[in-house]
């Protein structure tokens, strides 16, 4: 009976996902999930974020919520969407913020980008307490506003105060050529979210994308907290980590790093077991205008040991398709699991950007030796058309995952389901 129901019987996912609808709104990007921790009715528990990029310089860009899109059934036009925040440049990241930070619900934001009118990006935190009242405040850049892109960030203790503090990237382009990237500290300050926070540069030339982290015990008794970064404008990928006994971040003379690898543009990064053998991994989304890929980082005992990350390729030739005009492919990739069994390899999603597509890589066999995946192609919009982002999440509390894409240039959000 068991061989059965592993071969066919016992609700594995299969690679199909169906289509259960789409939602119009305009030019939809990066996307995460919001958890209502208190809610206890797995209809309302999740609800999407979304962030948008308008291709008209000098506009205003928005994030917004897919409100507990888990109650409409396949009725998706009838799912609330509440704007979180309208004053944004291209918001490169929209995520919930730990109910440990501020002690309410909160979102923060991550914006700025190279198109003329959109460089001033900062960091933004919206109290979302309640959804129909959001309050916004800038906690980069209150007084002077300079030309910064800012992409994600990580809560940490930096200092001894108790009060969760932000490490972020940044970078300032000038004509196309890298002027700053800065690993940054913004303090949190005694007086409350909206006061000034300061912003502490903890190393120069150092990282402007993505960031992870990851905690490594080295020996009995030395711990570390990683900070694993990219840089799409540095071509670099990069670990950071603090030699504080209390691994604080607080002090630039503390913090030591290493590149695992430059000469590439390195887009996402996601540490997690990939393979499954119970050993952290780095997966990472590797950007070009033809011959981009997803590849996975295997981290050696000492993290610090920067040479002997081994690398593997898991899917690779994407080519952008912008009829001639320079692109970037794939973009986000994030490893999920189609339905409620974990105990095994997670799937990875990819979304291509600018090859107008969406996909999953589906593992081939479950030895933590075998990096062989298959691709499946979840979404083709064609040529010209930018596919920025993409949530996993099970909105509904069926036991199957839903997965939300984001068709920025058709103003579509799409909504998959792995139930069969
Ligand atoms: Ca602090
Ligand atoms: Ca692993
Ligand atoms: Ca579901």
Not at 176 to 186: F, H, N, S, T
Not at 246 to 253: A, C, E, G, M, V
Request: glycine share 8%.
């Amino acid at each position: 009976m068991t061989l059965l129901c592993a071969l066919a019987l016992c609700g594995t996912a299969s690679a199909q996902t169906r289509f259960v609808g789409y939602i119009e709104q305009p030019y939809p990007t990066y996307m995460n999930v919001f958890n209502h921790t208190d809610e206890t009715n797995p209809f309302r528990r999740l609800s999407i974020l979304v962030g948008s990029q308008r291709p008209q310089a000098s506009t205003y860009d928005s994030t917004y919520a897919l409100l507990q899109p888990g109650q409409y059934g396949g009725n998706v036009s009838t799912i609330p969407i509440k704007v979180v925040y309208n004053f944004l440049y291209a918001p490169k990241e929209v995520q919930q913020v730990p109910r440990s930070v501020f002690g309410f619900d909160a979102v923060i934001h991550f914006d700025g980008t190279t198109q003329l009118g959109k460089r001033h990006g900062a960091v933004y935190v919206t109290d979302i307490g309640d959804f129909n009242f959001p309050a916004t405040y800038d906690i980069s850049s209150p007084v002077v506003s300079d030309e910064w892109i800012y992409h994600t960030g990580l809560w940490k203790f930096a200092n001894t105060d108790d009060r969760i503090d932000l490490l972020s990237c940044r970078v300032q382009i000038n004509e196309g050529l890298v002027r700053y990237a800065e690993l940054v500290w913004l303090e949190h300050p005694l007086q409350g979210i909206n006061r000034n926070w300061n912003v502490r540069v903890l190393k120069d030339s150092s990282c402007d994308g993505n960031m992870a982290t990851a905690r490594f015990d080295i020996g009995l008794i030395q711990s570390y907290d990683a900070i694993f970064t990219t840089g799409r404008y540095t071509n670099r990928l990069t670990v950071y980590w603090s030699i504080s006994a209390r691994d604080l971040w607080d002090d630039p003379d503390n913090v030591l790093g290493g590149v695992i690898e430059g000469g590439r543009e390195y887009h996402d990064v996601v540490a997690a077991d990939i393979n499954n053998d119970g050993k952290v991994d780095l997966l990472l989304s590797i950007g070009a205008n033809e011959g981009g890929s997803v590849e996975v980082y295997e981290i050696p005992e000492d993290f610090r040991e920067v040479d002997l990350y081994q690398n593997h390729v898991l899917a690779s030739g994407f080519n952008s398709r912008n009829n001639g005009l320079e692109g970037r492919t794939p973009g986000i990739v994030r490893p999920f699991y189609p339905d409620s069994n974990h105990a095994r390899k997670p799937w990875i999603y990819v979304a291509g950007a600018d090859d107008g597509r969406a996909y999953i890589l589906r593992p081939v066999t479950e030895s933590p030796t075998d990096w062989s995946y298959t691709q499946l192609t979840i979404v083709d919009q064609g040529s010209e058309q930018h596919v920025a982002g993409i949530a996993a999440a099970d909105v509904d509390g069926d036991g199957w995952t839903e997965l939300f894409v984001s068709v920025t240039t058709r103003d579509r959000l799409e909504i998959y389901t792995f139930r069969p």
